[in-house]
């Protein structure tokens, strides 16, 4: 059981260049979610979901996609990358409970 | 929409209590939660508390929670150096358990 995992762990983009993150969990929870962190920020909501097949949009979601295509994968799409993009991104997942469980986080620089 | 608010930094000595103060403005906000991140790594619950509840014990940790003022506290009993970390506040709300988090209080325990 790994929980939730993030894929990549680092990256590295130039201005305009597009890129996938990958968020995937092995416990068959409903709720997905997509945040950023900022220094000297709390985690800010960018995406959510409710269910394969449904995306919604957080409190931050100008400049990413998410799609939720299968139950366990959530990804979060930066279609031309800005330096306002550097952050940390984490994904979460939860069940109808109220605990988010949270993946280790994509360290994204853009250049 | 919510706003938490917490002070930025804490420092104690080995041994003695932490408490980190958290404020919150949604007087809908169903769970409080503390997370807990260590450098480099992802966010990890440590406790959360219902909406109806005014104090939840859980081994070294407390959480008081005053909703006529939205005022939740975090005491960490006999503090050890292994408790440092940022501590994160947040309030849960809407339909998809929606999570709005503080800036982090910056722990720092001296020996």
């Known amino acids: 059981n790994a929980g939730v995992t993030q894929t990549p762990k680092f990256r590295v983009l130039k201005t305009g260049q597009s890129m996938t993150l990958l968020c995937a969990q092995d416990m068959n929870h409903e709720y997905m979610y997509w945040y950023r962190q900022d220094p000297g920020m709390g985690l800010r909501l960018i995406h959510y979901s409710v269910g394969e097949g449904t995306t919604a949009k957080g409190e931050v979601p100008d400049g990413y996609n998410v799609s939720r295509l299968k139950k366990q994968n959530f990804l979060l799409g930066l279609e031309s990358a800005a330096p306002s993009q550097t952050s940390v991104y984490f994904c979460a997942s939860a069940t109808e409970g109220h605990e988010q469980y949270f993946g280790p986080g994509t360290r994204l620089t853009v250049t | 929409g919510e706003d938490v608010e917490q002070s930025l930094f804490l420092s104690v000595r080995e041994g003695d209590s932490s408490v980190i103060n958290c404020t919150y403005t949604?007087?809908?906000?169903?769970?409080l939660y503390w997370y807990k991140q260590e450098p480099g790594a992802g966010l990890q619950l440590l406790t959360y508390i219902f909406s109806n509840m005014d104090m939840k014990q859980d081994q070294r940790l407390t959480v008081l929670l005053n909703k006529k003022d939205k005022h939740l506290s975090l005491r960490i009993a006999d503090t050890q150096t292994g408790d440092s970390a940022i501590y994160f506040c947040a309030a849960c709300s809407g339909s998809a358990r929606q999570l709005t988090f503080g800036s982090g209080t910056q722990l720092t325990v001296l020996p």
């Open positions: 949604d007087s809908s906000s169903t769970y």
